[in-house]
């Protein structure tokens, strides 16, 4: 559904070809000291993008403010946005905008409004605007796209939407903030976007800002776990599921899986693998990085487990020990005489055994 979605919406996160190098044609304007100067539009025709439709339409009006088109009454001017409107459409569009203003008699910037907005509901499609607000609900940030960069393009959809409608159909800054760029971040930036007050932001240049922060400690984070990643023989490239030639396949073509733990399909399929279709927002070095930690803190207990068995053996014999009796004397001349309780105990294994067990039963004969 919204893979269908995002070939009819009029703008996209990614810029299509030819809409920052238009085709153009000049128009002549006199200003208010009766200087002339040479203005240009866009070209909208046959197979072009539909973008320029609307910045063909937004460079009327801004012309038509700066020069006073329609300002006063019978203004010789008025017709000046029509006119020059439609020299800036080719093919079917023309045809098109010619139906609509055919019988057209007042000349007024409501009239030209009313007109412009019917031609974009023609070539985009009744419900365009409405899938133009989901398109902005509902897709995630491109990874290939800088935080900056994205919140920019997200004004410039917005500035879109207020031209599709007749009266206001911009999205307040609060709600993109919240709806947009709030909801579709990556999931690794949601907890220091969180920190940050980011929901909190008043406006997109406030919350630009904020993910600048973000973006720049997620770079530091994903480097520190790429120095600590270890190292594969076999694969000298920064990505341990990636080939030689890049292209995520084996040899011969078969496929190459995906070498992180517990994941069992292709690379190219990985849901960690921020060039796959599939990415979920989550970096491969992260997960190797948990794996890492997850290790230590086995190798950590293991150790701490050795310990405390060796502690016990040291206090069992400490205890075995304690039951040989001291040395007592014997009142009187003569040697010493020595008792041994448990002595199989506290000398097996020891040659001297018998001799000592001899001499403990003859200590009654001193």
């Not at 153009?24 to 439709?53: H, M, R, T, Y």
Request: hydrophobic share 30%; charged share 35%.
């Amino acid at each position: 559904m919204l893979k269908e979605l995002l070939k009819e919406v009029p703008l996209k996160y990614k810029i299509e070809e030819g809409v920052e190098n238009p085709k153009q044609i000049s128009v002549k304007c006199k200003d208010a000291d009766g200087n002339e100067n040479k203005e240009l539009i866009p070209v909208f025709g046959n197979g072009d993008p539909k973008e320029l439709l609307i910045e063909l339409y937004a460079g009327i009006r801004t012309l038509e403010e700066r020069y006073s088109w329609t300002e006063g009454e019978n203004n010789p001017k008025a017709k000046l946005q029509f006119q020059h409107f439609g020299r800036g459409l080719r093919g079917e569009h023309l045809r098109k905008w010619n139906k609509l203003i055919d019988r057209n008699r007042s000349y007024t910037s409501a009239t030209f409004v009313a007109k412009a907005v019917k031609l974009m509901e023609k070539i985009f499609g009744e419900d365009a605007y409405s899938d133009q607000c989901e398109y902005l609900y509902d897709t995630k940030k491109p990874h290939n796209m800088n935080a900056a960069d994205w919140v920019d393009r997200i004004e410039v959809i917005n500035a879109a939407l207020d031209l599709m409608l007749e009266n206001d159909g911009a999205i307040k800054e609060k709600d993109l903030v919240r709806r947009v760029v709030a909801k579709n971040i990556p999931g690794d930036w949601k907890k220091d976007f969180t920190l940050l007050d980011g929901e909190r932001a008043p406006d997109l240049e406030s919350v630009k800002q904020i993910l600048k922060k973000v973006e720049r400690a997620d770079k530091f984070a994903q480097a520190e776990a790429n120095r600590k990643q270890p190292k594969n023989p076999k694969n000298t490239s920064s990505n341990p599921n990636q080939n030689q030639n890049g292209n995520g396949e084996g040899k011969g073509n078969e496929p190459n899986m995906c070498r992180l733990p517990g994941h069992d399909h292709p690379w190219n399929k990985c849901p960690n693998n921020p060039y796959s279709e599939s990415y979920n927002g989550t970096h491969f070095s992260e997960i190797w990085k948990r794996e890492n930690d997850s290790s230590k803190r086995e190798r950590g207990r293991e150790a701490e487990a050795s310990t405390s068995v060796r502690s016990g053996r040291f206090k069992k014999r400490s205890d075995k020990k304690e039951e040989v009796n001291e040395v007592n004397s014997i009142e009187g001349s003569g040697p010493p005489v020595v008792t041994f309780e448990n002595v199989d105990e506290f000398i097996v294994d020891d040659e001297s055994c018998h001799s000592l067990k001899s001499n403990v039963s003859r200590s009654s004969t001193f």
